[in-house]
């Protein structure tokens, strides 16, 4: 376990993502609305957050629950005024009514982003088929991160899928980083970790008191000695 693993944490405001970054998180996923499984925060959210720390920030583009795409006109248009407040990483990812990647909506909203690096989030885990999704989206500018429990149910029921999936690293397809989030524990962390993932994410692990509480320092500070292997 020589490589440093990724932490990602979810950050609704300034306020967790201070406390995330204090805590020992690479990156921020950054976003509103989790009643909504997260949507996109406004342009006044991104830059009071890029003020206020200095780690990577990916921010969502979705505009509505669930994981077709809606109005690509507005979801455009909200990539392109974040793209000019200064966001330069993205999560986005949108299905089709049979499972299959939104491969039109994707490419659409991509062209917008100019070559900014992006994570396919957790629609992969809906799809009817993972393999001809990651197989579809391969070679799309900027992608490099699927963010994956390995099963619409989480970890637990997906775990087997994401030991697998981390064996064919590098094969077409799987050139990305697997991001691993949704349902994370941090007694997943050993078999993940020996089956070669390298990178994780966590929204709730990282509040004591919920969604109505921000993100604890010392909540994600637990998860950044556990990935660097200290006793939990």
Do not use: N
Not at 45 to 63: C, E, H, S
């Amino acid at each position: 376990m020589s490589t440093r693993a990724v932490l990602e944490v979810i950050a609704l405001d300034v306020e967790d993502a201070v406390a995330a970054q204090a805590g020992g998180a690479d990156r921020l996923e950054l976003v509103t609305d989790m009643a909504a499984d997260g949507l996109t925060p406004s342009c006044r959210t991104f830059a009071g957050i890029r003020a206020a720390v200095d780690i990577d920030l990916r921010v969502m583009l979705r505009l509505r629950d669930g994981f077709a795409a809606g109005d690509l006109g507005r979801l455009v248009r909200a990539a392109g005024e974040l793209r000019e407040a200064g966001a330069d990483q993205f999560v986005l990812g949108f299905l089709g009514a049979d499972g299959a990647v939104d491969l039109a909506a994707v490419e659409r909203v991509v062209a917008e982003l100019g070559g900014c690096r992006w994570t396919f989030h957790r629609a992969i885990d809906r799809a009817a088929d993972r393999d001809a999704l990651r197989r579809r989206l391969a070679g799309l500018p900027g992608l490099d991160t699927y963010l994956t429990a390995g099963a619409a149910g989480g970890v637990d029921e997906g775990i087997a899928t994401l030991v697998a999936e981390a064996a064919l690293d590098g094969k077409p397809g799987y050139e990305q980083r697997m991001l691993v989030g949704g349902g994370l524990r941090l007694d997943h962390v050993p078999r993940l970790r020996d089956g070669g993932i390298e990178a994780f994410h966590i929204g709730g692990a990282a509040r004591p008191d919920g969604w109505d509480g921000p993100v604890s320092a010392e909540a994600v500070a637990r998860w950044r000695g556990v990935l660097d292997g200290e006793a939990a």
